[in-house]
């Protein structure tokens, strides 16, 4: 099974360190975010990865070479010019076309079980992409009042499993590629229309771990989570 990693973006919010690296290559918990995910994705049958690159893609080139060091077959797909998550899966629509897919945002670390994404797509036959979910953390502190008013708890950060973000994980079927544009974000374009056509599954993933690593907050809270053990296998 193949797998692309949208790994195009300029990561202006982990500036200063992405001035020298792209996004991909930033070190979480010692190992570059890239390095986990080609982990997990082998562990989900992966054998194949697209790397859907632009913004300094010789550095990942470079770094991740063939793929054979980690023991599994990398490609390359460059841009010329950014074109959103959309437009680069675009680019990659010849090798990615011949059967289902995984494909998923660079700044993802998580141990979904993306099989079953893939299981569900294939078992239905109205569906031509899958999105994994994931119940939405709090940024912030939650305060609970009483009925008259009187605050009677603080919850640090908590889950609130009734309402679900896009995880950034998706299985497609080669059929998506008529809804991705040459130039256009795959969460603005793509997703809607499916969604509008009744084409587009969602998995609720409630179990497992999930983060995006958009500034160096991240990177320190999501290094202390994963050496701390809340990383998992969850094949």
Known sequence: MKAAIIAGGL????????????????EVAGKPIIEWQIGWLKKQGVDTIVILAGYLHEKIIEF???????G???????EDEPRGTGGALKNAESILKDDIFIAMNGDIITNIPARQLTTKLRDDSNAIGAMALVPLKSPYGIVKMN????IKEFMEKPILKEYLINAGVYAMKPEIFKYVPEKGDLEKTTFPQLAEKG???GVVYDDVYWRSIDTVKDIEEAS?????GLFKDND
Do not use: C, D, M, N
């Open 199 to 201: 084409l587009l599954k």
């Open 147 to 150: 009925e008259r008013g009187f």
């Open 11 to 26: 990561a202006r919010r982990l500036r200063p360190i992405t001035e020298a690296i792209p996004k991909v290559l930033v």
């Open 224 to 228: 202390k989570e994963i050496r701390s």
């Open 64 to 70: 991740l070479g063939s793929g054979s060091k980690y």
């Open 72 to 78: 599994i077959k990398v490609v390359y797909v460059i």
